[in-house]
């Protein structure tokens, strides 16, 4: 039954990214098929494996390790501010960010994590048959986030082809920082947010492949990593600390007034119709949850949180699905789990589109004018995702 859904699940996406692909006769069915046994190969040996299950136990304690470690700074700036025994999103999964984008900043002062994204994205590329270019971006993206990781390949950017454009923004746009990885984990449970981090890498690259197949001359395929002018060591310190509480508040803010905006969405439905706006986009996404692997039963709940996620954002979805994940199987928490782990949503091409024109103008342009597909793309990737992670139940 699970194959089932899996290929059910496949072929959704499949079948949409086809509709809309820029290049039909040409899309490489082979890389395609190849990625896709790469994710189910991983995914079994993450979750049915006891090296997998002790790697991803690992990770996870690593994580609530570095929030522990991120609380005493926490404790000593706001303490008193919370009563005992009570949390609050603000303190218990944003405000770590601070101390995340520290780590990360350390990291690659040091050039640790430029040498693990090199070598990681030449790997890729030999498994995936993608350009290096794409592939580097793919894994750094996953690392560094937005806007940071377009700096990487500022000099690049002008330059790219608007096929390759398109390929760099749908990974942006699925994959997820490290520095958000410890605040998805105060949400979900762990193991399944560093799976999803794995799964999206590759699930973007699919849904490329599909509706923006390309090849690339070997030539033309050169990663130019831009270099930061090295900055004094407590100079880069302050200043990942203030980007990293600048995330706090652009997250926070974003928080505030999406989730006042879907509470008079949904104020002005139980007036009008007598049912919740959660309701109603819930019955829409339901048959794509159902192809996913979600149980019909709870495929509307499921629906709705997937929605949301779109919608506003992850985050609002993450809190939404705390609420109502109790009432849920294991399988269906495991697919949404995966599905939440990405920044596909209408907020996120903002970010995005802007990030490339404050590079190129031009480019920037031409990416506002794709952000439809560019949105439709990511999130096929998350539906990619979530049906794989669905394979094990």
Request: hydrophobic content about 55%; overall charge neutral; proline content about 2%.
């Amino acid at each position: 039954m699970n194959f089932i859904f899996l290929l059910t699940g496949v072929f959704l996406v499949f079948g949409i990214a086809f509709l809309v692909s820029n290049d039909r006769k040409n899309i490489k069915y082979k890389r395609i098929l190849i990625m896709l046994a790469v994710q189910i190969l991983l995914v079994y040996a993450m979750m049915n494996t006891n090296i997998g299950l002790t790697v991803i136990t690992k990770v996870g304690v690593f994580f609530e390790n570095l929030l522990a470690i991120a609380d005493a700074g926490i404790q000593f700036v706001f303490g008193g501010m919370v009563n005992e025994g009570a949390t609050t999103f603000f303190f218990v999964a944003l405000l770590p960010l601070v101390f995340m984008a520290v780590l990360i900043g350390i990291l690659n002062y040091i050039k640790v994590l430029p040498f693990i994204i090199k070598y990681l994205g030449l790997l890729l590329s030999k498994v995936t048959g993608m350009g290096k270019l794409e592939s580097y971006f793919a894994v750094s993206t996953s690392v560094l986030g937005q806007p940071e990781v377009f700096l990487t390949i500022s000099k690049q950017i002008p330059y790219l082809s608007q096929k390759r454009l398109y390929t760099i923004c749908t990974s942006a746009m699925s994959a997820i920082s490290m520095a958000m990885v410890g605040a998805y984990m105060t949400m979900l449970e762990p193991k399944y947010v560093v799976t999803a981090v794995v799964l999206n890498i590759f699930s973007a690259l699919i849904v490329a492949n599909i509706i923006n197949p390309y090849d690339v001359d070997e030539k033309d395929d050169l990663v130019q990593i831009e270099k930061n002018e090295r900055v004094p060591f407590f100079q880069m310190i302050g200043d990942s600390i203030m980007d990293g509480f600048k995330i706090v508040i652009v997250v926070a803010a974003m928080l505030l007034g999406f989730i006042a905006l879907m509470e008079l969405i949904n104020v002005i439905f139980q007036s009008a119709f007598h049912i919740s706006f959660q309701t109603v986009i819930g019955h829409i996404f339901a048959p794509v949850a159902f192809l996913m692997g979600v149980p019909w039963t709870e495929a509307v709940q499921a629906g709705g949180i997937m929605a949301t996620k779109l919608i506003t954002n992850e985050f609002v979805a993450m809190l939404k699905f705390g609420t109502v994940s109790g009432e849920l199987s294991e399988k269906t928490i495991a697919i949404v789990s995966v599905y939440l782990v990405s920044f596909a949503n209408f907020g996120t091409i903002g970010i995005v589109s802007g990030s490339i024109k404050s590079i190129s103008e031009k480019q920037g342009n031409y990416v506002s004018k794709f952000a439809l597909k560019l949105l439709l793309g990511a999130t096929l990737a998350s539906v990619i995702s979530g049906t794989i992670m669905g394979i094990i139940f």
